[in-house]
């Protein structure tokens, strides 16, 4: 018998110390939970509210006033354009802009017209021609608020070739797919009536290929902001120059007159030349929502907010070519989203003072 109760107690006592022995590590994984969901909590809190003893932030406060941008490729201008904007134009709850990294200029307009969150976006404008088929008036689902800079057309051509007519039939690369000039370069030698043999090769390649006159590589085409860093930097024999691109009515829906000289390249043109070609205009530009809906409303804040304090943009810490950036420039092909307009109107005088 007592054999028997003794070996009862021992189970008790056994079972008794293994549940011991569980309770501080159930304290402790309930402590360390609690911990988690504190930190969780702080990290989604504001500046402001870790400064308040309030609860979590309304969903609806911190959604209300946010504006999506398509921006574009990581390491290109567009990307940091838009990183700019979003830094000079937050206001807390009031503004929030989310800059969105995605496949380039060319395809933000498929951004904008179908991702969800995407209210504006940076594209180049001849973009637009690409939609036309697929989307019946798009000009009127799309405005601009602003002309921010423009992409210069090079066509950098050897010694032999003398004229745009002289590439017919030969070999000009314009660059790997998804940039500018894979875009924007074949639309403008198919409006000029250029048939070409076109290549889509890195341009570093194809610039070694025309200095050793191999692969029978006759020109480059390069579609960014003047100066390029590879003709700046780079040597080349006599003759190697630009080609002129005047510009005429068969590239005025979307692009703009514009010119190389000396003081971009020179080392390729002598001092007083100056080289006519055409420019993309790289803008902003919006959904064109109803203006009495909401998402309306957040763009129409984005732009009052940007046009305001457009010359912080302008000062030290930011891109260079905020300092040329004129509010009133015009896009080809689009008209202006009414916030914009309605701006410039009601700044009539301080607008002309800053042109």
Known sequence: MNKCVGSRTLLVFAALSAFLAVQPALVGAQTKHVRTQSADAQRHRSPRQSQQTG????????????????????DGAPIRFATEMARVVDDG????????????????????????????????????????????NIQHKIAYVLNLFPSE??????????????????????????????????????RLGLDVEKTFIPHPIALEQMRKGEGGMAAVVFITS???????????????????????????????????????????????????????P?????????????????????????????????????DPKWKSINLAGSVPGLARFPAAQAWLDSHAHGSRASQ
């Open 282 to 318: 790289t803008a902003l530009v919006a959904f064109n929502w109803p203006t009495s809906s909401n998402r309306y409303a957040r763009v129409a804040r984005f732009v009052e907010h940007l046009f305001s304090r457009l010359d912080k943009l302008q000062g030290p810490g930011f």
């Open 55 to 74: 609860t979590a932030k309304p969903i609806e406060t911190i959604n209300a006033w946010t504006v999506g941008l398509a921006g574009g490729l990581l």
């Open 93 to 136: 709850d009031n503004l929030h802009v989310l800059p969105v990294v995605t496949r380039g200029p060319t395809e933000n307009v498929n951004s904008l017209l179908y991702l969800r969150g995407i209210d504006a976006a940076i594209i180049n404008s001849d973009s637009l021609d690409e939609y036309k088929n697929q989307v019946p």
């Open 226 to 280: 003047k100066p390029v860093g590879a003709f700046v930097r780079g040597r080349f024999e006599p003759g190697f120059k630009f080609l002129p691109v005047p510009y005429n009515n068969k590239l005025e829906d979307y692009y703009l007159p514009s010119s190389l000289e000396a003081a971009d390249y020179p080392n390729l043109i002598k001092p007083g030349e100056r080289v006519e070609t055409i420019a993309v």
């Open 153 to 190: 057309l090079h066509v950098f051509v050897r010694p032999e070739i003398q004229s745009l007519n002289d590439l017919v039939g030969k070999k000009v690369n314009f660059n790997t797919l998804g940039t500018a000039a894979a875009y924007s370069g074949p639309l403008i030698f198919s």
